[in-house]
């Protein structure tokens, strides 16, 4: 079993929905939680990152971590077709400086 | 930007031949990452370095090999390409617990 597990997609959706991605994970030692979005041919960007359990929103983008069900999610409200890219979870632990990454999930926001 | 630059961006390279990839970043970080990334297997870990002189393998290390003299400069050398070497390589550098990636250097191994 992976440590972390997200749904690949692809997902499409049309501009100004909610989106909603997800990942799960196996390691209850899991402290930290990111977001990234990459863009075609582009590095991943460093989106949204929280500590611990809780909601935190920045804008149209929500990230929200519930330790007890070992779930993630990234919210994107008023989606915009610029909001196409694939996204990225990934987390971390107290250990320090050991990253676990989903896959992916690709998104596309139709005009 | 997180101030990490990789070099080259893009190579083609013949199956056999050495390959270096180059990573300089400006932030001062302990932690330098080098992944590869690839479909359906998302990034994974070759290596990764945690101070001067100080490195370790990570998953998919087989055929490569990083050496960091300077606390910028990481270097993932690929000893003799092949072409399941093909890929998109990223370095990524770390502070605590927050990692960032830098561009990326296309590799393809013909």
């Known amino acids: 079993q992976k440590e972390v597990e997200q749904d690949p997609g692809p997902l499409s959706v049309p501009e100004g929905a909610i989106v909603s991605l997800n990942c799960t994970y196996s390691n209850s030692a899991f402290q930290y939680f990111m977001w990234y979005r990459q863009y075609s041919r582009k590095g991943p960007e460093l989106l949204m990152y929280?500590?611990?359990?809780g909601n935190k929103e920045d804008g149209r983008f929500t990230a929200q971590v519930d330790k007890s069900s070992k779930y993630i999610s990234l919210f994107i409200r008023d989606s915009q077709p610029s909001d196409s890219a694939t996204y990225l979870c990934?987390?971390?632990?107290?250990?320090?400086?050991?990253?676990?990454f989903g896959t992916g999930t690709s998104l596309t926001v139709i005009p | 930007d997180a101030g990490i630059t990789q070099s080259p961006r893009h190579k083609v390279t013949e199956t056999g031949t050495p390959v270096t990839l180059r990573c300089h970043q400006t932030?001062?970080?302990?932690?330098m990452y080098w992944y590869r990334q690839d479909p359906g297997h998302g990034l994974r870990l070759i290596h990764y370095?945690?101070?001067?002189?100080?490195?370790d393998k990570g998953e998919v290390s087989d055929g490569y090999s990083v050496s960091r003299s300077k606390t910028e400069d990481f270097l993932l050398t690929l000893e003799s390409a092949t072409s399941s070497q093909t890929s998109v390589y990223f370095c990524?550098?770390?502070?605590?617990?927050?990692?960032?990636f830098g561009e990326g250097s296309w590799l393809t191994v013909v």
């Open positions: 929280t500590y611990s359990s």
């Open positions: 990524a550098i770390s502070d605590t617990n927050t990692i960032y």
């Open positions: 932030e001062n970080h302990r932690y």
């Open positions: 370095s945690y101070g001067v002189k100080d490195t």
């Open positions: 990934a987390m971390s632990g107290n250990t320090g400086n050991q990253f676990y």
